[in-house]
């Protein structure tokens, strides 16, 4: 399948068109940013990790039951996959308090949930992706409730699932960001990445955090918690 023209540079992927209407190429680059683009950076060798991370993960969530944009993997950095049209929502399931939780609501991290929570955020980058729930998203237009509710279906399931393959990864799964698509006939799959850029992962035995929270807050040891997770990933496979 050859790359054709550019259709859209993100913050953390390239995509292009492809001869065929229906599918497209992402290109996963090194490129990180935090805090809405306010914090630039490198993390080398992350693109080839996400790549490869996501599409074994969206592959085992086809094979339970959740439906994905994951066609086929050309190589390193470059994976086709369904066009669609993004729903505007990033969805975010937590188990564990951490990050935009612990601040908004004044916790400290790591308290365990008896149940996972879930929130959408608009995605908008110029209001800064603002929290909404699902009644401002249908007024918004930017689902209807039905989507919405098999959106919610279909995140529980990713996190039930996540949740356990990490745990026998020795890696706590915190919490997530989802992405989902629209294809041509208006089916809802799952889209974008999973990955250390939109999980939060913790070391089970340490609680050494193994994800992008090493680049948000300066911890350093970037690059080399990818490539943890990512080894303990490949050695489950
Ligand atoms: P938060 O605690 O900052 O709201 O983040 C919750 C989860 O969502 C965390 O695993 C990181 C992920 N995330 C993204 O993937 N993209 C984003 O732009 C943000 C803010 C968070």
């Not at 908008?124 to 007024?139: C, Q, R, S, T």
Request: proline share 3%; net charge negative.
């Amino acid at each position: 399948m050859e790359k054709k023209e550019q259709l859209y540079e993100g913050k953390a992927k390239r995509v292009y068109k492809t001869d065929d209407p229906e599918l497209l190429i992402v290109s996963y680059k090194d490129d990180a940013t935090a805090f809405n683009g306010l914090k630039k950076g490198t993390i080398t060798g992350k693109g080839v990790i996400n790549n490869r991370m996501s599409n074994l993960l969206m592959q085992r969530l086809e094979k339970s039951g959740v439906p994905t944009h994951f066609v086929k993997e050309l190589n390193d950095r470059e994976t086709l996959v369904k066009k669609v049209s993004i729903v505007p929502l990033e969805v975010i399931i937590r188990n564990i308090s951490a990050g935009s939780f612990a601040k908004r609501y004044g916790t400290e991290e790591g308290i365990v949930f008896d149940e996972p929570t879930i929130e959408f955020s608009y995605k908008n980058d110029e209001l800064g992706d603002p929290l909404i729930n699902d009644y401002h998203a249908i007024a918004l237009k930017l689902a209807t409730r039905e989507e919405i509710e098999t959106i919610k279906k279909y995140s529980f399931a990713v996190n039930s699932f996540l949740q356990k393959f990490w745990a026998e990864c020795g890696v706590t799964l915190v919490d997530f960001k989802l992405e989902f698509g629209k294809l041509s006939d208006g089916t809802i799959v799952l889209a974008d990445e999973i990955s250390p850029d939109t999980c939060r992962l913790w070391d089970s035995k340490t609680g050494e955090k193994l994800d992008k929270d090493r680049f948000r807050r300066d911890l350093g040891g970037v690059e080399e918690a990818y490539a943890e997770v990512m080894k303990r990933l490949s050695e489950h496979m």
